[in-house]
T-cell receptor, first 115, second 113 residues
Framework: QKEVEQDPGPLSVPEGAIVSLNCTYS??????FMWYRQYSRKGPELLMY????GNKEDGRFTAQVDKSSKYISLFIRDSQPSDSATYLC???????????????FGQGTILTVHP | ETGVTQTPRHLVMGMTNKKSLKCEQH?????MYWYKQSAKKPLELMFV???????ENNSVPSRFSPECPNSSHLFLHLHTLQPEDSALYLC????????????FGPGTRLTVT
């Protein structure tokens, strides 16, 4: 079993739709949960991170973490063609010592928002 | 220059060549990372440097040799690579105690012929 599972898609939605992207994980020690966006021929760009369980909102983006289910989500409201990219989830336990910065990534979901 | 820069952006090398990838961060960070991104596979962490000291080598073959002369610069020296090493190599940086908040460069697209 992979440590982080993410449906690679591809996912295609019309402009203005609500998009839901998800990851599941197996390591209960993970404490920080990140979402990155990667445009074609670019490096990943950090969208937002969440510590432990709960919700975090930033403009049209909302991240949710349910540690009891080992499930995280990213919602994009009023999706735009400029949101078309690959979305990567990542997580880390950050317990200190040698775990610093050792992110574990999902495979990434390819999203296309068509006008 | 701002953020994290990487050179070259594209590299084609033969299996017997020796080349180096360069990464520079302009963010005042003190931790740097090398990742490998292959098609249809998750990003793989290769090396971690904290305050110029290597703290992680994720079972990477010795044909990949990292070097971190200071907190702002990171190199990946390549020699006798295999075709399966063709991938996008990404550099990232962060503050050491905020390793969950990493900032990536644009990557070097490497092709081994």
């Amino acid at each position: 079993q992979k440590e982080v599972e993410q449906d690679p898609g591809p996912l295609s939605v019309p402009e203005g739709a609500i998009v839901s992207l998800n990851c599941t994980y197996s390591n209960s020690a993970f404490q920080y949960f990140m979402w990155y966006r990667q445009y074609s021929r670019k490096g990943p760009e950090l969208l937002m991170y969440t510590y432990s369980s709960g919700n975090k909102e930033d403009g049209r983006f909302t991240a949710q973490v349910d540690k009891s289910s080992k499930y995280i989500s990213l919602f994009i409201r009023d999706s735009q063609p400029s949101d078309s990219a690959t979305y990567l989830c990542a997580m880390v336990d950050n317990a200190g010592g040698t775990s610093y910065g050792k992110l574990t990534f999902g495979q990434g979901t390819i999203l296309t928002v068509h006008p | 220059e701002t953020g994290v820069t990487q050179t070259p952006r594209h590299l084609v090398m033969g299996m017997t060549n020796k080349k180096s990838l360069k990464c520079e961060q302009h963010l005042g960070h003190n931790a740097m990372y090398w990742y490998k991104q292959s098609a249809k596979k998750p990003l793989e962490l290769m090396f971690v440097y904290n305050f110029k000291e290597q703290t992680e080598n994720n079972s990477v073959p010795s044909r990949f040799s990292p070097e971190c002369p200071n907190s702002s610069h990171l190199f990946l020296h390549l020699h006798t690579l295999q075709p399966e090493d063709s991938a996008l190599y990404l550099c990232a940086s962060s503050l050491r105690d905020r390793g969950y908040e990493q900032y990536f460069g644009p990557g070097t697209r490497l092709t081994v012929t």
